[in-house]
């Protein structure tokens, strides 16, 4: 979130905390809960979609997710790494490789062992995550100035201030949807997810908006906010301890973040492997567990490759800034037809067994969806011209594999 505030200034910031969650997480949040408590297996999204539109937009659908889960899912080991930097600085690209490989072994492993060991995990991490900033919150309260967020900011009103105040925003408010690829391992997903995904959107919203309400007050200088400041924030507002704290809880939430989005992406070739969309070994389980181990495999290899180029290269915010817009661009893609799906399955089948169901029929699902698909537009027409060249590249691609790969053939 710092990006956000360095960009466009704090109170900007602010407003797009309070009101971004509402017209992009929740309709996300909400979509994600009615199909899958009507659909609940393993896949998500690809399941919706194909039910909806068929089996070529089904596949499209999981291929767009597939392609952005390896770039998204290569940005957390290194930001693992990243923060242990505040503790070895000349750490080498070899040694720095190695520290992603060791992170990704061993979210893998917890990976391998299902979805309760993950959902456990990724309790734990949330709270220890969460304690350095409830930390510096309640020794910021006592000295929270409002009148320092309005203050002026010469950098603000520049031209690309939208769009990085956007790209930001979605950014952190994005992955909802993500949620209903592991329907299938879920206990109750019909009382589960909705409760789930309205209690986690306000947690979030509260948890972005207190620190950076608190930590404006303290660091006023607004052009040095940017991604990795917090814990010099905490550091001027509780000490040295409080920032190295911080930085702690950032290597605790780069292995949670990770953790839940391999999960995640990893269902998607498994669905797409069990509908014969890809290669069949994708769909192999492990004896023990149950759970897509090949599948998880194929992944973890993709983001360990990815991280190998980016490790190696001169300047780290480059290939990481490009992976990230590619990812958005393709996330973006994929959103705009499941909401589609979603509408179209309530007009095409208003009999399904729904044991969550939006309130407001048809009517109230098309003013729900309208403003989450209004800024997947912006923010893909918002992204520079390679990166919306490389998007279309893999759209492409995904059509010509799917005629020329046997993805179309039923299973």
């Known amino acids: 979130l710092e990006d956000a505030v360095g960009a466009a200034g704090p109170a900007w910031a602010l407003l797009a905390i309070l009101v971004v969650p509402w017209v992009w997480s929740l309709p996300m949040a909400l979509m994600t809960a009615e199909l899958t408590a009507a659909m609940p297996e393993d896949g998500g999204f690809v399941v919706w979609v194909e039910r909806a539109f068929g089996r070529f937009w089904g596949f499209q659908e999981g291929w767009w997710s597939w392609l952005c889960s ?23 690209s070899v040694q720095f490789w190695l520290v992603c490989l060791t992170m990704i072994a061993v979210v893998a492993c917890l990976n391998v062992r299902g979805a309760q060991v993950i959902g456990f995990s990724s309790v734990m991490f949330t709270l220890l995550v969460l304690a350095p900033f409830a930390a510096m919150i309640l020794l910021g309260v006592p000295h929270l100035k409002p009148s320092a967020w309005f203050l002026h900011q010469s950098t603000a009103g520049r031209p690309e201030m939208w769009s990085t105040l956007l790209s930001v925003m979605l950014w952190n408010y994005s992955g909802w949807d993500n949620a209903g690829c592991c329907g299938g391992e879920v206990n109750e997903p ?13 947690i979030v919203l509260m948890a972005y908006l207190l620190p950076v ?73 492990h004896p023990r567990y149950g759970t897509p181990w090949a599948a998880i495999l194929l992944n973890t290899i993709g983001c360990a490759l990815l991280i190998g180029w980016a490790a190696q290269a001169e300047h780290e915010t480059g290939p990481f800034v490009a992976l990230l817009k590619i990812d958005m661009w393709l996330y973006a893609l994929a959103l705009i037809l499941e909401f589609a799906a979603l509408i179209y399955l309530r007009i095409r089948e208003p009999d399904m067994h729904r044991p969550y169901r939006i309130p407001g029929g048809v009517a109230g699902l098309a003013l729900l969806s309208t403003p989450p698909v209004l800024l997947c537009a912006v ?3 918002l992204c520079p011209r390679p990166t919306q060249f490389l998007g279309i590249a893999g759209v492409v691609a995904g059509c010509l594999i799917y005629y020329a790969g046997g993805a179309r053939a039923q299973p």
Request: avoid cysteine.
């Open 190 to 202: 019909h009382r589960t997810y909705p409760r789930a995904m309205v209690t986690v959107v306000a």
């Open 213 to 285: 309400a608190v930590g404006v007050s303290a660091s006023q200088d607004w052009s040095k906010w940017k991604a990795g400041y917090f814990p010099e924030v905490a550091q001027q507002i509780g000490g040295a301890g409080l920032g190295a704290w911080l930085a702690m809880g950032g290597l605790v939430s780069a292995m949670g973040l990770f953790s839940a989005l391999l999960l995640t992406s990893s269902r998607v070739p498994y669905a797409m492997a069990m509908r014969r969309m890809l290669p069949a070994p994708l769909a192999r389980l």
């Open 70 to 92: 390896f770039a998204d899912n290569a940005l957390y080991p290194v930001m693992f790494a990243e923060y242990l930097r505040f503790w070895f600085p000349r750490m080498t």
């Open 379 to 381: 923010s893909m027409v």
